[in-house]
């Protein structure tokens, strides 16, 4: 069993970025394709990014598409998330998580970290 951890959650102006981080234990980060959610206050689960195992693959939900940018480093078991032109609507806890199959990644992953809390404020 995998267990996550992120880092990296914070108070930021609108406008400002944030490095988000995931770390892995008990497995390693190269053996999942690893994916990002968030939760607002008084919403569902939304799918932020993903991540193929290998990287050749990523893929993002349409309202970071050319803000945030997911990437990893498996030699070191870590998944970051890139936030750039932070706005408040970005304010929610973020989530990592880890899948066996990619399709899984991005809609029900098999392991997921307690998550980091994001504030932006405007």
């Known amino acids: 069993q995998v267990q996550l951890v992120e880092s990296g959650g914070g108070l930021v102006q609108a406008g400002g970025s944030l490095r988000l981080s995931c770390t892995a234990s008990g497995g390693t980060v190269s053996s999942y394709h690893m994916g990002w959610f968030r939760q607002a206050p008084g919403k569902e689960h939304e799918f932020v990014a993903t991540i193929s195992w290998s990287g050749s693959r990523t893929y993002y939900t349409d309202s970071v598409k050319g803000r945030f940018s997911i990437s990893r480093d498996n030699a070191k078991n870590t998944v970051y998330l890139q936030m750039n032109s932070l706005t408040p609507e970005d304010t929610a806890i973020y989530y990592c998580?880890?899948?066996?199959?990619?399709?899984?990644?991005?809609?029900?992953?098999?392991?997921w970290g307690q998550g980091t809390q994001v504030t932006v404020s405007s």
């Open positions: 998580a880890a899948a066996r199959t990619y399709s899984r990644s991005y809609t029900n992953p098999d392991f």
